[in-house]
Protein backbone atom coordinates (compact mmCIF):
# COMPACT_ATOMS: atom_id res chain seq x y z
CA UNK A 1 0.00 0.00 0.00
CA UNK A 2 3.02 2.62 0.91
CA UNK A 3 4.46 1.85 -2.89
CA UNK A 4 0.67 2.80 -4.23
CA UNK A 5 1.08 6.28 -2.01
CA UNK A 6 4.07 7.28 -3.31
CA UNK A 7 3.74 6.20 -6.75
CA UNK A 8 0.75 8.58 -6.05
CA UNK A 9 1.78 11.48 -4.72
CA UNK A 10 4.44 11.22 -7.43
CA UNK A 11 1.66 11.14 -9.93
CA UNK A 12 0.10 14.61 -8.22
CA UNK A 13 3.74 16.20 -7.78
CA UNK A 14 4.13 15.87 -11.65
CA UNK A 15 0.65 16.58 -12.61
CA UNK A 16 0.62 20.10 -10.89
CA UNK A 17 4.14 20.62 -12.41
CA UNK A 18 2.69 20.13 -15.58
CA UNK A 19 -0.26 21.70 -15.27
CA UNK A 20 1.39 24.76 -14.42
CA UNK A 21 2.92 24.90 -17.81
CA UNK A 22 -0.25 23.63 -19.65
CA UNK A 23 -2.00 26.70 -18.10
CA UNK A 24 0.79 29.02 -19.15
CA UNK A 25 2.28 27.68 -22.22
CA UNK A 26 3.49 29.65 -25.06
CA UNK A 27 4.24 27.83 -28.32
CA UNK A 28 7.53 28.16 -30.13
CA UNK A 29 9.55 26.62 -32.49
CA UNK A 30 12.95 24.92 -30.91
CA UNK A 31 16.14 24.11 -33.62
CA UNK A 32 17.82 20.85 -32.38
CA UNK A 33 21.27 21.45 -32.08
CA UNK A 34 22.60 17.83 -30.06
CA UNK A 35 21.24 14.32 -30.38
CA UNK A 36 23.21 11.85 -28.00
CA UNK A 37 22.36 8.42 -27.66
CA UNK A 38 23.40 6.75 -24.76
CA UNK A 39 22.89 3.08 -23.49
CA UNK A 40 22.80 1.57 -20.08
CA UNK A 41 22.27 -1.52 -18.47
CA UNK A 42 20.54 -3.24 -19.24
CA UNK A 43 20.56 -2.27 -23.00
CA UNK A 44 18.14 0.08 -22.71
CA UNK A 45 18.68 3.45 -25.32
CA UNK A 46 17.83 6.59 -24.52
CA UNK A 47 18.75 10.35 -25.97
CA UNK A 48 19.65 13.26 -24.74
CA UNK A 49 18.32 16.09 -27.19
CA UNK A 50 19.24 19.43 -26.64
CA UNK A 51 17.25 22.54 -27.62
CA UNK A 52 17.82 26.08 -28.45
CA UNK A 53 14.72 28.41 -28.66
CA UNK A 54 14.52 32.28 -28.60
CA UNK A 55 12.09 34.14 -26.75
CA UNK A 56 12.46 38.23 -26.68
CA UNK A 57 15.33 37.67 -28.43
CA UNK A 58 17.20 36.01 -25.87
CA UNK A 59 18.40 32.37 -26.69
CA UNK A 60 17.42 29.59 -24.46
CA UNK A 61 19.05 26.10 -24.43
CA UNK A 62 17.41 23.03 -22.70
CA UNK A 63 18.72 19.57 -22.90
CA UNK A 64 15.60 16.61 -22.47
CA UNK A 65 15.92 12.97 -21.99
CA UNK A 66 13.61 10.63 -24.47
CA UNK A 67 13.47 6.91 -24.45
CA UNK A 68 12.51 6.71 -27.84
CA UNK A 69 13.74 9.80 -30.36
CA UNK A 70 13.45 10.60 -33.94
CA UNK A 71 14.86 13.68 -33.48
CA UNK A 72 18.02 14.83 -35.81
CA UNK A 73 20.85 17.55 -35.36
CA UNK A 74 18.83 20.62 -37.45
CA UNK A 75 15.13 19.59 -36.76
CA UNK A 76 12.67 22.50 -36.30
CA UNK A 77 10.08 21.37 -32.75
CA UNK A 78 7.23 22.81 -32.06
CA UNK A 79 7.92 22.99 -28.21
CA UNK A 80 6.09 24.66 -25.31
CA UNK A 81 7.47 26.76 -22.60
CA UNK A 82 6.16 29.31 -19.62
CA UNK A 83 5.89 32.52 -20.22
CA UNK A 84 7.12 33.51 -16.91
CA UNK A 85 10.04 31.42 -17.14
CA UNK A 86 10.84 30.51 -20.07
CA UNK A 87 13.52 27.75 -18.79
CA UNK A 88 11.13 25.72 -18.40
CA UNK A 89 10.07 24.02 -21.99
CA UNK A 90 8.58 20.70 -22.86
CA UNK A 91 7.97 19.29 -26.69
CA UNK A 92 4.50 20.20 -28.23
CA UNK A 93 2.36 17.24 -27.32
CA UNK A 94 0.26 15.41 -24.62
CA UNK A 95 2.91 13.30 -22.54
CA UNK A 96 3.85 15.84 -20.05
CA UNK A 97 0.07 15.39 -18.67
CA UNK A 98 0.06 11.62 -19.91
CA UNK A 99 2.25 10.28 -17.88
CA UNK A 100 1.80 11.96 -14.26
CA UNK A 101 -1.83 10.93 -15.05
CA UNK A 102 -0.44 7.54 -15.58
CA UNK A 103 1.24 7.24 -12.43
CA UNK A 104 -2.00 8.62 -10.29
CA UNK A 105 -3.94 5.70 -12.15
CA UNK A 106 -1.40 3.06 -11.66
CA UNK A 107 -0.49 4.02 -7.62
CA UNK A 108 -4.42 3.39 -7.42
CA UNK A 109 -4.60 -0.13 -9.14
CA UNK A 110 -1.32 -0.81 -6.97
CA UNK A 111 -2.87 -0.14 -3.73
CA UNK A 112 -6.28 -2.04 -4.52
CA UNK A 113 -4.49 -5.02 -5.71
CA UNK A 114 -2.17 -5.03 -2.58
CA UNK A 115 -4.94 -4.45 -0.30
CA UNK A 116 -7.50 -6.79 -2.44
CA UNK A 117 -5.02 -9.75 -2.88
CA UNK A 118 -2.27 -9.34 -0.10
CA UNK A 119 -4.09 -8.72 2.73
CA UNK A 120 -3.46 -11.46 5.80
Same mark, same amino acid.
Given at each position: ???????I? $???? @?????? &? $???? +? /? #? !?????I? /?E? &?? !? %? =??? +?? @?? !?T? +????Q???????? !??? *??S?? /?????E %??? #??N? =?? /???AN???? $?L? =??I?I???????? *? &???? *? @? %?
Amino acid at each position: MVYGVVIIA $LGIF @SLARAM &R $LHCN +R /V #H !TTAKVIK /VER &RW !T %I =PVR +RY @SA !TTF +RYYVQGVMYKQTR !TYS *FSSYK /VGDSVE %IIY #HKND =PK /VMTANGIWH $LLV =PLIFIIGGGVLMV *F &RTTF *F @S %I
